[in-house]
């Protein structure tokens, strides 16, 4: 892997990636126009903290112990935050963007709930905050925290008035115990990981874009229909089997060219090889479908069977040929050298190699 910062390889990734989709999917510009906000996301020079938590866990008194001064309002009732709001903060030589939300159980908060979850989102870092045990409202919570890859940590408050769980960081904003560890702890999570974090959290989200992508233009491809009603059509004009296997080829042919060129994914695709396995037995099923010993005479109730058989046959293959190739196509695309995936693999690949070596 390159030495660049690993920021800047990101950054260069989805660079490649805008261009890619200029070119070749300007009309789905909608899909992909969130990679803009990714990558201006990855450029921020402040690190984003959001503190999430069930109502009155002291969210608010957190973030002022943090801070050092009571900037976020406190009180006792529930739902004192109403909206997130945002306060830059130096943890030493880390600048810190340090978010309030609501609390996520607000009785008629779902609004409310919805713009602590949109915080979230592109949040670096989140503070999930609990006192002496897990809700079910909570354990959601951090399900969907990890479903989205989202690095958090638990933090404890009240510590003051409850005792510590197995897990988690206890701190008391009232008497200020375990708040300057937590300082500690967050400037350190800054420089160490939180560059790579940012990388593979904005990666996961890019390639979520590329899926929605992905499945967008796959329902934009409607070119086998055109081909299957062709083939079919000529199979039914030309005189004999050989005539129909060759029009197999040439259908075949220009549909996968169709296909790749819809996913901008080179023809032939590096797994035709497995592909033209399955094909090279359709053509020869084509061949004896239309070889009228193989059909129960010619007529059956006034149907040609013949007709029937090879129309069968052709219609099945053409699904089967879209099933294996939707894999490669999607795979190809995915994981081809633009991809946010194959980065991701690999950055996730470099991580895993440090912490076993370390
Ligand atoms: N004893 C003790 N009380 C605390 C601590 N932290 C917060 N509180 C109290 O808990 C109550 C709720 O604190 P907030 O910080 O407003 O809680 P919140 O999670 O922001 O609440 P909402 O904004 O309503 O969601 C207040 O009465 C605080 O004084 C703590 O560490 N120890
Ligand atoms: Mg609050």
Redesign the pocket.
Known sequence: MSSLPILDITAKCLEELLAWHQVHHPQLSAQWQPLYELRDRLHQSAWHIVVL??????????LNALYGEAI??????????QWPRTVRWHCQDQIVDLT?T??LD?VAGSNRESMTWSAVETADLVLF?TQDSLTPVEYQARDRLNTLRIPHKLIL?????YPPMAEGIA?????GQGIPELRQLLQQWLQQEAPQARALRILHQASQVEQNLGAALGRQDTSAWSWLTAQMVGSLLLPGGFFDVVLAIISTLAYIRKACQAYAVPFPLPAFGSLSQFVLLWYAAIYLSSWQGLTFGSELWGVNTTVVLQGGVIFWGYQQIRRRLDPYLQQGYQWGHHGPQRLLQQLTQTRANVTASG
């Open positions: 938590g069930q109502v009155s866990r002291g969210k608010s008194a957190l976020f309002p406190v009180g006792a009732l529930h739902g004192t935050t309030d609501p609390g607000e905050v408050t009240k510590a003051d008035l701190v008391s904003s009232t008497t």
